[in-house]
């Protein structure tokens, strides 16, 4: 499954950031799980971006 672009990523996070409201809105409303809104919000705040990490781990 291919990482949700930056521009929806900057997207989730400002909605967040101006709009009174809760995680489990925003996950509904942008049709994505409370986790990955929790972890983007995460991302934000401890790297100060929200691009999309490196997937997988196989050796």
Do not use: C, W
């Not at 499954?1 to 409201?21: G, H, L, W």
């Not at 942008?30 to 790297?47: E, G, H, I, N, Y």
């Amino acid at each position: 499954m291919k990482p949700y672009s930056i521009d929806f990523r900057e997207k989730v996070v400002k909605a967040y950031e101006q709009e009174n409201t809760s995680i489990r809105k925003l996950a509904t409303r942008f049709d994505v799980s409370k986790a990955f809104v929790q972890r983007l919000l995460k991302q934000k705040k401890m790297k100060g971006h929200v691009k999309p990490e490196k997937q997988g781990g196989s050796l």
